[in-house]
């Protein structure tokens, strides 16, 4: 769906919870809010509603674009620049592949330094580490493990943060929901902004079932 068709049906949403007779200028809001809205999907959304992108294109000859370290039996990633989340991630040697990072506020995140609740190769793990690292494309870190020095991922997709023009068509009602509920709240409507907001998370219910 075109930019325009998303601005149109998030006027008709929020219209739909305006009062007959009154008229709010949000044109200004439009775009910011449908952009943050698909931003927030990406981080949020069912996996397999979204569309994951190639860390690189090709893994096998040497991993040609992946900015890569190994220490302490872990593999260390730096994320491309667009990065929202791990989509797959499975070195070699795993049992299973993984998908979903483990954050630094998660209680599982302390369980890597400890010997005996480390990840190993029959229960990998992939944690997502924040913070300044030497090249600008890159924002986040990815920590895998248990990984052989030298091992190169036989997958690693990720869900790229992309334009809300180039969000999977079948997330646009969640998405333009969400937006709407964002534009309410901006003017000040917060009662109607949760209703819109619930429409939202029906709509991704309905879809993850």
């Keep these: ?38 931003d927030e999907l990406s981080d949020k959304a069912p996996l397999y509603l979204l569309e994951p992108t190639v860390w690189v294109e090709d893994l096998v000859d040497g991993g040609d674009g992946i900015n890569i370290r190994y220490e302490d039996d872990l593999a260390l ?21 993984v998908h979903l990072a483990i954050t630094p506020d998660n209680p599982d995140y302390e369980k890597q330094q400890n010997e005996y609740t480390k990840a190993g190769y029959g229960r990998p793990a992939v944690y997502l580490k924040t913070g300044e690292v030497e090249s600008e494309l890159f ?35 969640a ?15 917060s009662a109607n902004a949760q209703l819109a907001e619930g429409r939202h998370q029906t709509d991704l219910q309905i879809k993850n079932r």
């Design 1 to 38: 769906m075109t930019l325009d068709e998303l601005k149109t049906r998030v006027k008709i949403k929020v219209d739909e919870y305006t009062p007959a007779g009154v008229s709010h200028a949000f044109d200004d809001y439009l775009e910011p809010m449908i952009q943050e809205s698909a």
């Design 77 to 97: 990633i730096d994320t491309p620049s667009d990065f929202a989340r791990i989509y797959e991630v499975k070195f070699p040697q795993w049992k299973r592949s």
């Design 139 to 173: 924002a986040k870190l990815i920590i895998c493990g248990k990984v052989l020095d030298g091992a190169l991922p036989s997958a690693l997709l990720y869900i790229a943060y992309k334009t809300a023009a180039n969000m999977p068509n079948v997330l646009d009602e």
């Design 175 to 189: 998405m333009t929901w969400l937006a709407a509920s964002k534009i309410l709240q901006v003017l000040g409507d």
